[in-house]
């Protein structure tokens, strides 16, 4: 079952404005990715924040982390039509169990950006 | 950048028929694997963890002996599924790991009629 939940589920937005989406999850983590999927294809990999890390930022991307809130948020600053796609969190749990490495992908966000 | 090859990228096939999907890490080795189903507008759902050289560790209501899983070699692992329903119809996805994050292949959308 997915552990991530995402909101919102779909976000319309004009060009040049700002996109936040955010992303909970139940159990302890070692690192959340971002991870973003255009229409019928494959995922790209935007930015991953250790459990340890609060902010971290690349290009026009920003993305936190609160542990104690068990949730992360992804902010697109300046958005263009072409950020449109699918955007999914997905957490990696903590070294020693079973399911180490393996991802668990939220729900997902369905960002459009019209020009 | 690491890049992780998957072929087919669309397969329409007859009911009945095995179709196999392949994952090839094309720049670098990957021990571990994983395959994903994707259903529209919906998140991924890990299906099985391929291991090189090893029996591949299947998630909780995944069929083993639907869905094969061969990890023959570092770079390269397949996933087959057996006798295809119109239910097996889905977005398949494979991942690669080296250290972290995990890289994904464009997918396979894969028909049953």
């Known amino acids: 079952s997915q552990q991530g939940e995402e909101d919102p589920q779909a976000l319309s937005i004009q060009e040049g404005e700002n996109a936040t989406m955010n992303c909970s999850y139940k159990?302890?983590?070692?690192?959340l990715q971002w991870y973003r999927q255009n229409s019928g294809r494959g995922l790209v990999h935007l930015i991953l924040?250790?459990?340890?890390?609060r902010e971290k930022h690349s290009g026009r991307l920003r993305v936190t982390l609160d542990t104690s809130k068990k949730s992360s948020s992804l902010l697109i600053t300046a958005s263009r039509a072409a950020d449109t796609a699918s955007y999914f969190c997905?957490?990696?749990?903590?070294?020693?169990?079973?399911?180490?490495?393996?991802?668990?992908f939220g729900q997902g966000t369905i960002l459009t950006v019209h020009p | 950048g690491a890049v992780v090859s998957q072929h087919p990228s669309w397969v329409i096939c007859k009911s009945g028929t095995s179709v196999k999907i392949e994952c090839r890490s094309l720049?670098?080795?990957?021990?571990?694997m994983f395959w994903y189903r994707q259903f529209p507008k919906q998140s991924l759902m890990l299906m099985a963890t391929?291991?090189?050289?090893?029996?591949?560790?299947?998630e909780q209501g995944v069929e083993k002996d639907k869905f094969l899983i061969n990890h023959a070699s570092l770079t390269l692992s397949t996933l087959t599924v057996t006798s295809a329903h119109p239910e097996d119809s889905s977005f398949y996805i494979c991942?690669?790991?080296?250290?972290?994050?995990?890289?994904f292949g464009d997918g396979t959308r894969l028909s049953i009629l």
């Open positions: 991942s690669a790991r080296l250290g972290q994050p995990q890289h």
């Open positions: 159990t302890s983590i070692n690192n």
């Open positions: 924040i250790r459990s340890n890390e």
């Open positions: 997905a957490t990696d749990k903590v070294p020693g169990g079973t399911s180490y490495g393996k991802l668990t």
């Open positions: 720049d670098f080795q990957a021990t571990t």
């Open positions: 391929s291991n090189e050289g090893s029996k591949a560790t299947y």
